[in-house]
């Protein structure tokens, strides 16, 4: 790690893959340089077929404090022609476990449309059925498909706040999730320069409803573009948001600690309160 990240007190990822490599390959050093960044939870996403079952191992062998491990579990847009009534089952049983916190990553991709859009729409709905079943959250990918995800949860209100992860969406997307309660997640994207609508939406989220993420290995933030993500470097991000915002990076990573806790209905961590973000 050539440049290492700013040490951010109660920073939270709240979206990994941790089993890709090379995370996978070295757990413990991954999160060691997690820890020393001041990370203290991760979201590991299972989010397909193949990988839900090994996410919860994952999450129950990682309970914490170094860091602490949870799991969100369900089948990617990509493939949501394999979500089907054998895959409701094992995900609804899977999230017994206390670790899973979250169903998907669920949601719409027209972008590269590796499932025929019918078909997204349809996995998606059901996802939001079994998060409402489950009494958790939905963390939802929505790409260059805004209106029409919209419109399936305008359908079908979820009971809890959901999470739009990596959002890639203009400002005026982003007011229509948070009109509808959901928690906007900001990954390495919003570092570009280029990105202008997340770095507009990063500016106006309010205070509590925002939340940053790696999506570890992809889309590692400025300085580390080009290189595979990890956790610790959740905190370029977050540093990178703040300064848009103009905020102590310090002030914003305990704020989206408690966001976090919110969102995923987590105990907040030692030494935070909710008056954190109580004006928001």
Same mark, same amino acid.
């Given at each position: ?9 109660? /920073? ?5 893959? /941790? *089993?890709? &490599? ?12 997690? +820890? &020393? !960044? ?15 079952? &090994? ?21 990617? #847009? ?6 089907? *009534?054998? !895959? ?13 916190? !979250?169903?998907?990553?669920?949601? /719409? *991709? ?6 025929? %859009?019918?078909?997204? %729409? ?7 059925? /079994? ?74 989220? #309010?205070?509590?409803?925002?939340? +940053?993420?790696?999506?570890? #290995?992809?889309?590692?933030? +400025? ?8 956790? &610790? ?16 990076? %310090? ?13 995923? %209905? ?15």
């Amino acid at each position: 790690m050539s440049t290492p990240p700013p040490h951010l007190p109660h /920073l939270v990822d709240t979206h990994a893959h /941790l *089993d890709y &490599a090379p995370m996978i390959d070295d757990l413990p050093a991954t999160f060691a340089r997690a +820890v &020393a !960044a001041g990370v203290e939870r991760i979201i590991h996403i299972g989010c397909s077929r193949r990988s839900v079952r &090994a996410a919860v191992a994952l999450a129950e062998a990682y309970p914490g404090p170094d860091p602490e491990v949870y799991a969100a579990i369900g089948v990617h #847009p990509h493939e949501a022609d394999t979500f089907d *009534d054998a !895959a409701y089952a094992e995900i609804a049983a899977l999230a017994r476990s206390p670790r899973v916190v !979250a169903i998907g990553e669920s949601g /719409l *991709d027209y972008h590269y449309d590796r499932s025929p %859009r019918d078909v997204q %729409r349809g996995a998606m709905a059901r996802h939001l059925q /079994l998060a409402a079943q489950l009494a958790r959250p939905i963390v939802l990918h929505i790409r260059d498909a805004h209106q029409d995800a919209l419109a399936i949860v305008d359908a079908d209100p979820p009971a809890l706040p959901g999470i739009i992860h990596c959002f890639t969406g203009t400002a005026d997307e982003a007011r229509a999730w948070l009109d509808r309660g959901f928690f906007l997640s900001f990954s390495g994207i919003a570092t570009f320069p280029s990105a202008t609508g997340p770095r507009e939406a990063a500016r106006i989220c #309010p205070r509590g409803r925002l939340l +940053v993420e790696t999506d570890a #290995p992809y889309l590692a933030p +400025v300085p580390m573009r080009g290189r595979k993500n990890e956790p &610790a470097y959740v905190a370029f991000t977050c540093a990178q948001i703040a300064a848009l915002r103009g905020q102590d990076p %310090r002030e914003l990573a305990c704020e989206v600690a408690v966001a976090a806790a919110s969102a995923f %209905r987590l105990p907040l961590p030692p030494g935070l309160s909710a008056e954190i973000v109580a004006d928001s």
